[in-house]
């Protein structure tokens, strides 16, 4: 299970900092990911982080204002999202991978998300 938390209402230009923790599984194991979908829209994968934290990625949208890190003592992910404008309002997802590596596309468990929404 994975339980994300840190949305919420925000102006143009602020931050917010998602966190997603996981339960019944190990963390260690996985390549783990962020993915948002606004409404009327597909969901898009904005980050993802190998199970080591060695290598990260990031969609263009996002790319300088957004970092995605990982503790893996504590099971958790997060999303550091700065600069923040309308174009980020979405629900955001944290993803389980089914393996180590962001490169693999399978993406095998979805937490419920949390409502992000920048206001101008």
Do not use: H
Request: charged share 25%; hydrophobic share 30%; net charge positive.
């Amino acid at each position: 299970q994975l339980d994300e938390s840190g949305g919420g209402l925000v102006k143009s230009g602020g931050s917010l900092r998602l966190s997603c923790a996981a339960s019944g599984i190990i963390m260690d194991y996985y390549a783990m990911g962020w993915f948002r979908q606004a409404p009327g829209k597909v969901a898009e994968r904005i980050s993802c982080i190998s199970n080591d934290g060695r290598v990260k990625d990031y969609a263009d949208s996002v790319k300088g204002r957004f970092t995605i890190s990982r503790d893996n003592s504590k099971n958790t992910v997060e999303l550091q999202m700065n600069s923040l404008n309308s174009s980020d309002t979405a629900k955001y997802y944290c993803v389980k991978n089914r393996r180590d590596a962001c490169s693999d596309m399978q993406w095998d468990l979805w937490g419920q998300g949390t409502q992000v929404t920048v206001s101008t």
